[in-house]
């Protein structure tokens, strides 16, 4: 499932886009062996349903979505990896068969197995999850015996894996290709949430909490903004408070990508009132309205700041979605 070239890409796999008596097939083999390399089926003749987003990159590959109750079964002859597996159940949990152990994922937990092993999961109904599958040879540097992590069932609501989870995220809302090079900076920062969730060793944990961290708490407060339906009054002193920082750090984390807590903040108010304006639902609204709903108080600011942004107005964007 990774990706070793250096560069990301990454596509959905939706049932429901399929005929009915066609979903179980295109699923055993779009998925099932050309991704997993596994043996699929329905759990008590359930409807199949699957809606999954994967993203490959350098050494790493996520995958996010619902299920329903399936089994995934890896046979010895289809093993080509030895991959480490983080699967992360939101919703439903599975059940975990690897050799002779056995282990529940309830919702809100997550593991770590081991790929190159025969074994199955069983996905129960609502089935919710995020899987992340990483190369053994990245991981082993900084953890050192991999294998000792493995197979033990570990929240999802705080500490590290609580930041792995929201960056994994995060990185799923974008529908657009990374570029090589960030690509690759991304998947090391996976990596080293990772590692600092698995028990880094000494020196690789001072590396990680200065590289992966760091890019985990930024990508969680970027997710924060852009998800707020209220933006006006935004202040990094309550984006601080909220996710326990100091308003400095926050403001130091927007400065390590070149641009401060003020300008993104901005920039988040134009995009939200420019998808409105292109919405052909909205042209009955007036741009004064939808400027207020951005999170604007000043009209004459919105249409300065939103004319340098998208090199035309406000009322151009209107007539062009009007005009189609």
Do not use: W
Not at 170 to 188: H, I
Not at 218 to 226: R, V
Request: hydrophobic content about 45%; some cysteine.
């Amino acid at each position: 499932m990774t990706n070793f070239d250096g560069q990301s890409f990454s596509f959905r796999v939706l049932t429901d886009e399929l005929p009915p008596q066609d979903r179980l097939a295109v699923l055993r083999e779009v998925y099932g062996r050309a991704i997993l390399k596994a043996e699929l089926a329905p759990v008590d003749d359930a409807p199949v349903h699957m809606d999954m987003r994967v993203r490959l990159l350098p050494g790493v590959g996520i995958a996010t979505g619902t299920a329903s109750p399936i089994r995934v079964a890896v046979r010895k002859e289809a093993i080509d990896n030895d991959d480490v597996i983080l699967l992360a159940a939101l919703s439903g949990g599975s059940h975990m068969q690897i050799g002779s152990f056995e282990e529940s994922i309830r919702p809100g937990c997550a593991m770590f197995v081991p790929g190159g092993r025969e074994g199955a999961n069983v996905t129960r109904p609502g089935f919710g999850y995020i899987n992340l599958r990483f190369e053994r040879k990245a991981l082993q540097p900084l953890l050192g015996d991999v294998t000792r992590m493995l197979m033990r069932p570990i929240p999802i609501n705080h500490g590290p894996m609580q930041l792995l989870i929201s960056y994994a995220t995060a990185l799923q809302t974008l529908d657009e290709p990374l570029p090589g090079n960030m690509a690759r900076m991304v998947s090391s920062h996976l990596l080293d949430l990772t590692a600092l969730t698995l028990g880094a060793e000494r020196d690789a944990e001072q590396v990680a909490l200065g590289r992966g961290l760091r890019a985990a708490r930024l990508a969680a407060i970027k997710a924060d903004i852009a998800a707020r339906t209220e933006l006006r009054g935004l202040s990094a002193e309550a984006i601080a408070a909220q996710h326990k920082l100091s308003p400095r750090y926050v403001r130091k984390l927007f400065e390590s990508e070149g641009l401060s807590f003020t300008e993104f903040a901005l920039g988040q108010k134009l995009k939200r009132a420019h998808r409105m304006l292109a919405d052909p639902l909205r042209t009955q609204r007036s741009i004064t309205d939808i400027a207020y709903e951005a999170g604007f108080n000043d009209l004459s600011y919105f249409n300065r700041a939103f004319r340098r942004r998208f090199d035309a107005t406000p009322s151009e964007i209107r007539a062009a979605v009007l005009a189609a």
